[in-house]
């Protein structure tokens, strides 16, 4: 049955990832809330870990970030199998005049937690998270996203560390998959890191608002310093498709589940809101062939 989770997810290579949860934004009932959170509960205990892929709010209004909203949303998960997260630009950046912005550390107070970058191990595989210092705008405009070189020598450092299969996840999509979104010293810089490390199973982004019915490039192999790797970037959870044919604020709330062995990424797409897995291109699964 199509809500069925099904054995294949029980394996110690599979990872939830859930991004762009706009806490505040969409015209949320309790029931949609609590529905979509307790399949992602449902779903912790098939998986190895849990990768959040940044703007997990949506602050619409400049003086009140949704902070607490997160917050009481994040506590009510389950937390049986590690999470990692990230910073979004809406996380850092309020999108209504006068645009506030926030650096890095006053979001992590904000929203109670410590460690700008992430570190999870999910056993087989590790899951490494890294958020920009800042997210810098000129009024309206956004800068592309940068990360420090300290957050450089951080993500260089874990890889040398240890030699396990490894997930990287930012905000925004590396430019060998959707340009523009990076900027050119951070994408040369991770450019070289993972050309360096061959362990790297993939870049797991956010921020686009992949539509999963009709973006065909939102789950593929890159060639990234040389070495074929996943790029997923990934639907939101939080609705509003890009590119949506229909009302945006309809739009499913989706997570995907992605299962690695060595060689290979298998992607599953889930409606958070129907409880069942979901068809990308009319297949069930895509598998992806990486160096990993």
């Known amino acids: 049955m199509a809500r069925d989770y099904p054995v ?35 779903l912790v205990p098939h998986v190895s870990g849990v990768a959040v892929g940044g703007d997990l709010i949506h602050w619409g209004v400049p003086g009140s970030p949704e902070d607490a909203q997160w917050k009481a949303w994040f506590a009510a998960r389950n937390k049986a199998k590690p999470w990692a997260r990230v910073a979004g630009k809406h996380d850092m950046n ?36 890294v958020s920009p210092d800042m997210w810098n705008r000129i009024g309206a405009t956004e ?5 420090s070189q300290s957050t ?36 040369t810089a991770l450019n070289t890191v993972i050309g360096q490390n061959t362990h790297v199973i993939g870049w797991l982004s956010g921020h686009r608002h992949a539509d999963i019915r009709n973006d065909l490039n939102h789950a593929q192999q890159l060639t990234v310093g040389g070495r074929r790797i996943a790029g997923i970037n990934g639907p939101p959870a939080g609705g509003q498709v890009n590119g949506t044919t229909v009302d945006p604020w309809d739009s499913p709330l989706w997570a995907m589940v992605l299962s690695y062995t060595p060689g290979q990424v298998v992607c599953r797409w889930r409606n958070l809101l129907t409880r069942s897995w979901d068809t990308h291109a009319g297949v069930r699964t895509k598998t992806i062939t990486i160096d990993a």
Request: hydrophobic content about 45%; charged content about 15%; overall charge negative.
């Open 94 to 129: 309020s999108f209504a005049s006068p645009y506030p912005t926030r650096t890095a550390t006053q979001w992590l107070a904000a929203i109670g937690e410590t460690g700008q970058n992430q570190a999870i191990d999910c056993g087989q595989f590790r899951v490494l998270a």
């Open 8 to 42: 294949s997810l029980d394996t110690a290579g599979a990872l939830l990832f859930v991004t762009d949860t706009h806490l505040g934004r969409r015209a949320y009932t309790a029931t949609q809330l609590e529905v979509a959170g307790a399949d992602i509960d449902k």
């Open 152 to 187: 450089i020598d951080w993500l260089s450092a874990q890889l040398a560390a240890d030699s396990r299969p490894t997930w990287l996840v930012s905000h925004v999509p590396l430019p060998q998959q959707y340009s523009g979104h990076m900027a050119t010293a951070t994408a």
């Open 143 to 147: 800068d592309p996203m940068a990360l």
